[in-house]
T-cell receptor
Framework: GQSLEQPSEVTAVEGAIVQINCTYQ??????LSWYQQHDGGAPTFLSYNGLDGLEETGRFSSFLSRSDSYGYLLLQELQMKDSASYFCAVNGFQKLVFGTGTRLLVSP | EAQVTQNPRYLITVTGKKLTVTCSQNMNHEYMSWYRQDPGLGLRQIYYSMNVEVTDKGDVPEGYKVSRKEKRNFPLILESPSPNQTSLYFCASSRAWADTDTQYFGPGTRLTVL
């Protein structure tokens, strides 16, 4: 089976940098994805790591270490609109398994 | 506009009354999936389909049925809904099963079973 752990909540101020960690245990692994979900909205894709290392997309970066079964999402220059829930998800065989999500609260 | 649509967006029903939630995508995606989202539990996969006439169970399939007769549509059927199926449901699609990295989600259907 698969299980993922991520913090339930993280708080930060505008302009800061925040890192959301994700550890996983899985029987099948192709990569790690990150999704953002605003209250009342649908999840939207942010980033994907199929190989070890850092992927950068604008203010967001994601990192994967397969040997450590660990990844993180890094959000830089935080803005109020970044307040949302962030989910890591393991890309397994034919399916995506989500973590329980991290609620990010950005304050002025 | 490329999108995944779901209907209805909100539904209140009673125990045992069969219902169907429709899902349609206009991106010619092969892979489609249904998830339910409950507080503290994240998104859990109910069923998925790799292509027309090919469906398989996800992690929480009990009480649900699906069909994939056409590539664009993937309805979720609750034959006899129960209160524990009260949840927020999302349909999602991606280009192919190997591209589960980028799933496009519908707007969600909030279901309440009384």
């Amino acid at each position: 089976g698969q299980s993922l752990e991520q913090p339930s909540e993280v708080t930060a101020v505008e302009g800061a940098i925040v890192q959301i960690n994700c550890t996983y245990q899985t029987s099948g692994f192709y990569g790690l994805s990150w999704y953002q979900q605003h209250d009342g909205g649908a999840p939207t894709f942010l980033s994907y790591n199929g190989l070890d290392g850092l992927e950068e997309t604008g203010r967001f970066s994601s990192f994967l270490s397969r040997s450590d079964s660990y990844g993180y999402l890094l959000l830089q220059e935080l803005q109020m609109k970044d307040s949302a829930s962030y989910f890591c998800a393991v890309n397994g065989f034919q399916k995506l398994v989500f973590g329980t999500g991290t609620r990010l609260l950005v304050s002025p | 506009e490329a999108q995944v649509t779901q209907n209805p967006r909100y539904l209140i029903t009673v125990t045992g009354k069969k219902l169907t939630v429709t899902c349609s995508q206009n991106m010619n995606h092969e892979y489609m999936s249904w998830y339910r989202q409950d507080p503290g539990l994240g998104l859990r996969q109910i069923y998925y389909s790799m292509n027309v006439e090919v469906t398989d169970k996800g992690d929480v399939p009990e009480g649900y049925k699906v069909s994939r007769k056409e590539k664009r549509n993937f309805p979720l059927i609750l034959e006899s809904p129960s209160p524990n199926q009260t949840s927020l449901y999302f349909c999602a699609s991606s280009r192919a099963w190997a591209d589960t990295d980028t799933q496009y989600f519908g707007p969600g259907t909030r279901l309440t079973v009384l």
